[in-house]
């Protein structure tokens, strides 16, 4: 067993889509409609284009328990997932001037480097280095 995708919800599909491309270095995979203004939307690493999916899942505003727990995450300073990179502190110079917004700067906890930052789209995401 293996994992293949990974949903993240999302407020505003085309801002996530942007955002996680442009911003966050990902590229689109599938961009499939499904119904009132969905979509199956997913991105992937550049680097790794048959790697695990991740579904910018538009349930936020088709599913009210969804977009109560994301707010409560958010509210509480809580990342919604985290992603691996190589260097915390080069991706968070890169990010920051790319104008996107942390609320936890780089900082050492035992054996991992993290930051944590706004999605855009309702969610914290953190980053993690492995020490």
């Known amino acids: 067993m293996k994992v293949k995708g990974i949903g993240i919800p999302v407020l505003d599909q085309d801002r996530a889509l942007k955002f996680y491309t ?4 990902f590229v689109k995979k599938h961009d499939v409609p499904v119904s009132d203004g969905n979509r199956w939307l997913t991105v992937v690493a550049k680097e790794e284009q048959e790697g695990t ?3 910018l899942e ?6 009210e328990p969804a977009k109560v727990f ?9 990342p919604y997932t985290q992603f691996d990179v190589h260097n915390v502190q080069e991706e ?5 001037n790319l104008h996107v917004n942390f609320s ?3 900082i050492i906890m035992g ?7 706004d ?7 953190q980053i993690v280095e492995m020490l």
């Open 104 to 106: 936890v700067k780089p």
């Open 22 to 25: 442009e911003k966050l270095g």
């Open 58 to 63: 538009p349930s936020p505003n088709n599913f």
């Open 92 to 96: 968070y110079e890169r990010l920051v």
């Open 111 to 117: 054996t991992v480097k993290i930051a944590v930052f």
């Open 119 to 125: 999605d855009t789209c309702g969610n914290n995401i």
């Open 70 to 78: 994301q707010k409560a995450l958010k509210d509480a300073g809580i």
């Open 53 to 55: 999916e991740i579904l």
